[in-house]
């Protein structure tokens, strides 16, 4: 191995050019590390040969460290039988070819193997790039798809925060007020006065002993501080019944209890265990723990009595609200959800309008059974002029109207027996619809108005009277078309926009209506729903929806008819929410919760309280007028011009 000298003195180290002095330098460092490297093999073996003063572990690790250094070396080696092979080559092979050994087999196999490393790394930076670019498509692709799940599934998006309108005042991520000044947020400030605070009723006064003070001091009079507590505890009246002896007759006499008694627990406590469970929903069991927490003996067989049992008035006038609804209403909202009942399917129908809210349990939804509840189960079928008019617009063939040209009034089973005469029976279409037809001929024999509005969600058992259709459930089949391209995304956008634009117009004109804004109106719906985009299905959803334009803006024709069904949904939420809780088992218990619903909602919306209406009734004050009564005397008030 020729050492730095021995090339300088060499012809190569005359007058050599730059690369000859750049591969120098890299021999000379190359020479510098391989001395490095014999001496510390040497140390190692050194101290390998004395293994008395060395511990096994420290053994093995100078082993490993020599089998390293020996493979440095061998490396270190190679390199530089490269480099002197290429100081020769710079000088075509001059003199200091000779001196050297013969390594061009060796330097071919290393040129070779670094070929091969280098096909080898540029096949994986090949690889890496493509893996790259397969990984960036898939994170696309999921942020497109997330998107399309966020609009399916209707989701908000990410929300779009503002920065501080004045950033001077932010100082850290914190806010910093202006001037020192403080800025409260909510809740009550002092020195304000609440204008429509209530007078709270004072039941005890308690005034606290004036404390020994010194001399000095002068009595200013007194400052109120009010506190207000509950009471819960049982107060059991025992009453002292007078029994009387008659010595003629031999038989026993006592007066009767007060009027209010009613059982051995009062009408509070009754009326108590009523608002427990219909406006806290609060399930029996649950009721009796609390009454015993309390201090009442009661079971749960006497809470069950008292939730189900002697509420004749309390039914009698749930029937008189649904009728004076009928008499008074100009529009009635309604809809039916599913109620279990008795371990059975069924479903719950509400009628609603501003006046009343009134729950009906069924097992069915047909239109024969929602005539029955507008007749309120009395079995009695009409057939007038509106009765037979109704069998034409569905096309009873003609046979079965000449029965019924004479008006008869049949009940349930004589107009079953004549049908069965003529061949028809129970369970047919015809059948059904002429029962349909004797209910909605009481109805207007009753004085109930042929021209009121009923608005529903689009059921076809509720097209009755002047029937209208709900705007936030005519749109719903375009909000379930899944479409494949971003230009069918953008059709449904658009379409969408229009629509809740032209609904938002609705809603103003209903508010202010007038003749000339109903026209442009009309005009409008024409243009936005015959518009054609190409997509086929939403076309044909936008062309149902113009198929029912008559049910839709009927509101341009009396401002009163309702434009969403949104008040009927959110009463329902009630029978929902109580069916989750507990469900009901018996007639008796589903009538009661009926009932009770629909006296708590009506209550309310004539904006008074659940609990002193149930006290008023409970205790027999009567000091509460008639639910009817007032739903009569509102709209005498505000609608003068009553339905005949």
Known sequence: MQNRASLASSPIGLKV?????????????????????????????????????LHSVKIRELENELHRIEQRIEKKQAE???????????????????????????????????????????????????????????????KEVLAENKRLKQLSGKPNLKPAKDSSRVQNGAFSPQDGKKRRRGGSQKGKTRKNKQEIPIHEVRVLPSPSLPEGFKFLGYQDYTVQDLCLKPHTIQYRIPRFYNCLTHETFSPDLPENVN??????????????????????????????????????????????????????????????ALEVSKALQTDEMGARHSGHNGYCNVLCNELFTVFHTTESKSRLN???????????????????????RLEVPQKWLTLFVNGPIFDLSALTQAL??????????????????????????KGVNREMILHSDGGRQFCLFVHCLCWIHIVRPIKKLIPETPHRIQHIEETLDRFWKFYKELAAYKENPSPKEAKRLGKKFDKIFSKKSGYSDLDNVVAGILNHKSELLLVLERSEAPIHNNGSETE?????????????????????RDTFLSLMKTVRKHSLSFWEYLKDRMLGLQQIKNLGALMREKAGVHNPCQAA
């Open 17 to 53: 050019s730059k690369r000859v002095k750049e591969l120098l330098s890299k021999h000379e460092g190359k020479v510098a590390s391989l001395t490095r490297l014999f001496k510390r093999q040497t140390e190692i073996q050194k101290a390998l040969q004395e293994p008395q003063d």
């Open 80 to 142: 530089q039988q490269v480099l002197e092979i290429k100081l020769a080559h710079e000088k075509n092979g001059r003199v200091f070819t000779k001196n050297l050994p013969d390594l061009s087999s060796k330097t071919i196999q290393l040129e070779n193997l670094l070929a091969d490393n280098d096909e080898e790394i540029d096949h994986l930076l090949k690889d890496r790039n493509h893996w790259r670019k397969q990984y960036e498509t898939c994170v696309e692709r999921l």
């Open 263 to 324: 059982g051995h627990f009062g009408g509070e406590f009754r009326a108590f265990v009523l608002y427990l469970n219909h406006h806290g929903r609060v399930p029996e069991n649950k009721i009796v723990s609390l009454l015993k927490e309390f201090g009442f003996e009661i079971s749960r067989g006497q809470v069950h009595k008292i939730l189900t049992e002697k509420h004749e008035r309390f039914h009698e006038e749930k029937a008189e609200i649904l009728t004076a």
């Open 370 to 392: 929602f005539l029955s509840i507008l007749t309120q189960g009395v079995n009695r079928f009409v057939f007038n002029a509106e009765a037979l008019a109704y069998l034409r």
């Open 420 to 445: 069965k005469q003529e061949g028809l029976f129970k369970g047919s279409k015809i059948y059904q619809n002429l029962c349909e037809a004797g209910l909605l001929g009481q109805l207007i024999e």
């Open 572 to 592: 329902g939420r009630e029978v929902v929410i109580r069916n989750r809780i507990s469900k009901t088992g018996s007639e008796l218990g589903k009538e009661c």
